[in-house]
């Protein structure tokens, strides 16, 4: 009589992470590494997602702080404007000396928005008296809908955030997105979100 089979023992789950020097690897956050990987010129250039947005735009170091830049989806080119914000959501935890200054990319209806609640007597660019500002998006794509809120009170721009803001190079910036922009439009790539918003 053959002898009874015996139930095979039950395999341990095994680490998918290879072993580096003896020691196990951390198991990366790849939600984070994407969204530190999403955005153009070195993580610089700002895109407000669906949802909230809060920043602080820096005071104009010219006329016009709304600086052009060509922006291709579906093989059309249309203009663009990157602002100088400090955007503390955009913070990347893993950089000890990121202070959240970005190029933030507008619409010209977007840039309507801002301009009319400075009219209306909204302070937002002194960097002393002039008030913070929440972007509300709404929609994806070509059906995107934007509005801003302005900050109750104002928010004073750190002295070390102004000390930064000396060495960003808005200009070099939109240079390069513009750049990246027409190359990846010409090997047959969208680069940017689409947008009802011009």
């Not at 100088?84 to 000890?96: C, I, L, R």
């Not at 970005?102 to 209806?109: E, N, P, V, Y």
């Amino acid at each position: 009589m053959p002898a009874p089979m015996k139930p095979k023992a039950k395999a341990e789950p095994t680490n998918t992470t290879a072993p580096v020097n003896g020691t196990h690897a951390p198991n990366p956050d790849w939600g984070k590494l994407m969204e530190q990987f999403s955005t153009a010129a070195g993580g610089q250039v700002l895109f407000a997602k669906k949802g909230r947005t809060r920043f602080r735009i820096l005071p104009p170091t010219s006329d016009n702080p709304f600086y052009p830049v060509a922006s291709v989806y579906q093989g059309k080119e249309r203009t663009k404007y990157l602002l100088t914000v400090v955007a503390p959501d955009a913070v990347q935890e893993a950089s000890e000396n990121d202070l959240g200054i970005r190029a933030l990319m507008l619409t010209k209806r977007q840039i309507t928005q801002i301009l009319s609640l400075q009219v209306e007597g909204w302070e937002l660019f002194d960097p002393a008296t002039g008030h913070g500002l929440v972007m509300i998006k709404s929609g994806a794509g070509t059906q995107s809908t934007s509005s801003f809120t302005p900050s109750p009170k104002p928010m004073p721009i750190p002295e070390d955030v102004l000390e930064a803001y000396v060495d960003f190079d808005l200009e070099a910036i939109a240079k390069d997105f513009t750049e990246r922009q027409r190359q990846r439009a010409n090997e047959g790539k969208d680069a940017a979100e689409a947008t009802d918003e011009e």
